[in-house]
């Protein structure tokens, strides 16, 4: 996996929340969901709270692109679409529609991640 990987997901995504934006939240920061179940290089957890692998640099670049703060919500795979419903995360990367039940606003597909889930048009179809 390379720099390049990694910015290429950020900026397909960034352009997802640039149009998500007002419907952030919290404008000084960007809830990142993660599923407490992946492993590096995904994810590195350390007393249930990330501290490395890609989710962590994927989401502090966005936010970083977005002028705001990441901040990482891990949580249980079987209480990802629920936490995504009651509008508690702006953003999950690296799942697939397919993975969760509900209408949720997905991002294309890029070589890093099958795709990203982004608050805005939280209810409409993919």
């Known amino acids: ?41 995904i994810s590195e957890f350390r007393a249930g709270e990330l501290v490395g692998g890609i989710h962590k640099d994927l989401g502090e670049a966005l936010a970083q692109q977005l002028g705001r703060r990441a901040q990482f919500l891990a949580m249980p795979r079987k209480r990802i679409a629920q936490t995504l419903e009651a509008g508690r995360a702006d953003v999950l990367c690296m799942y697939m529609p397919e ?11 890029s070589s890093l991640s099958p795709s990203c ?3 805005t048009g939280a209810g409409r179809a993919p």
């Not at 998500?20 to 990142?32: E, T």
């Not at 969760?100 to 294309?108: I, K, Q, R, V």
């Open 1 to 41: 996996m390379t720099f390049r990987h990694l910015r290429r997901a950020a900026y397909s995504l960034l352009a997802a929340l640039l149009v998500a934006a007002p419907a952030l939240a919290d404008p000084g920061r960007l809830i990142v969901l993660v599923a407490t179940g992946t492993e590096m290089p």
């Open 99 to 109: 993975w969760l039940p509900g209408s949720f606003y997905w991002s294309s597909p």
């Open 117 to 119: 889930w982004s608050r």
